[in-house]
């Protein structure tokens, strides 16, 4: 029978699984009810995939709006329909003698804000259908480009003709176009030849957990391993709601909240004003997320069960 299980999963995702097929082998190995990863790997993707199981699920949305970083090795001279190997090669150039220092120069010099245009082989939809069934067609579609930003780009090799580097983005970058249009800016093509997810935020620090850890684990020793609930809400402002606000907080009533001082309250950071808050109470920890108003009303937007 399935369990209530409650927490975020760091997974280290093998080559060759997807993400659903993931989510579903580690529901299996976890025995629980509910699960759900939160920002996907391609199967020729490996590394970190946050897997989220019960109430954590409630908050998956934060993890897919943070930033990401990657190890990535793009093959030039070499060009796929899927800019990817997921396709053969269709586009062949010889490759110029590059030196270190240009490739250094290249991954300082591009852009780290810029439109970015969503590939057709992705998961994104038009009309009801994912892009990639589009292109499997052989048909084009008409895509927006999308603002992303570049954090960091850091050169790790050049290995003829393959290179690797390190990159750190906003959500929705695609690192198969970064790649395609890096290769533009070094005036040749490329495709990505390997992809690995490094880290999430905000878990650049924490351990991940591969499907063979993990079955060597006993069923304690794998909840141990889970992070809590509101491990993806270190950026929200922490506010500890009182005792006699609480019943009516989980009910999703809106309540009032004392402001000690203009743009102050309690429980929050100092001088800390209104605004988007995880809560808190004593002796029951995390209630879920709440926004305060200018006016002290304490507005809930997302709880976690009382059982949790």
């Known amino acids: 029978m399935p369990a209530d299980i409650h927490g975020i999963l760091l997974l280290d995702k093998p080559l060759g699984v997807s993400s659903a097929g993931a989510v579903a082998r580690a529901k299996y190995l976890f025995n629980a009810r509910k699960a759900g990863h939160s920002g996907s790997l391609d199967p020729l993707a490996s590394g ?18 943070a930033d990401k ?41 591009f852009p780290r804000q810029y439109a970015q245009v969503p590939p057709m082989h992705s998961a994104l939809k038009q009309e009801g259908k994912p892009l990639y069934e589009y ?13 992303i930003v570049i954090h960091d780009m850091r050169l790790l090799d050049w290995q003829p003709p393959d290179l690797s580097f390190d990159v750190s983005c ?18 040749t093509i490329a495709h990505l030849a390997a992809l690995r ?29 889970l992070l809590p609930v509101d491990a993806a809400l270190s950026a929200w402002r922490r506010f500890d709601l009182s005792a006699a606000g609480v019943s009516a907080f989980r009910q999703g009533q809106t309540i ?21 808050m995880r809560i808190y109470a004593a002796g029951l920890g995390f209630l879920g997320l709440g926004e305060i108003e200018a006016t002290g009303r304490l507005v809930p937007l997302r709880l976690i069960a009382n059982s949790a």
């Open 69 to 109: 970083s990657y190890r990535v090795t793009a093959r030039l001279g070499q060009r796929t329909p899927s800019a990817d190997r997921e396709s053969e090669v269709i586009e062949r150039r010889e490759l110029a003698p590059y030196s270190l220092q240009q490739f250094v120069d290249a991954l300082e010099s």
């Open 197 to 225: 997810r490094l880290d999430v935020a905000p878990f650049a620090a924490q351990p991940q957990w591969t499907f063979e850890a993990l079955e060597s684990m006993s069923a304690e020793q794998r909840r141990e391993v």
């Open 48 to 65: 970190m995939l946050p897997i989220c199981f019960g109430e954590a699920t409630k908050f998956g949305a934060q993890l897919l709006d």
């Open 170 to 187: 906003t959500k929705g970058t695609y690192i198969r176009v970064l790649a395609e249009d890096l290769a533009a800016q070094l005036g």
């Open 256 to 276: 009032s909240v004392p402001v000690e001082s203009p743009g102050t309250l309690p429980g929050s950071a100092p001088g800390a004003g209104p605004g988007k």
């Open 135 to 147: 292109a499997r067609a052989g048909i084009t579609r008409e895509r927006a480009a999308r603002d």
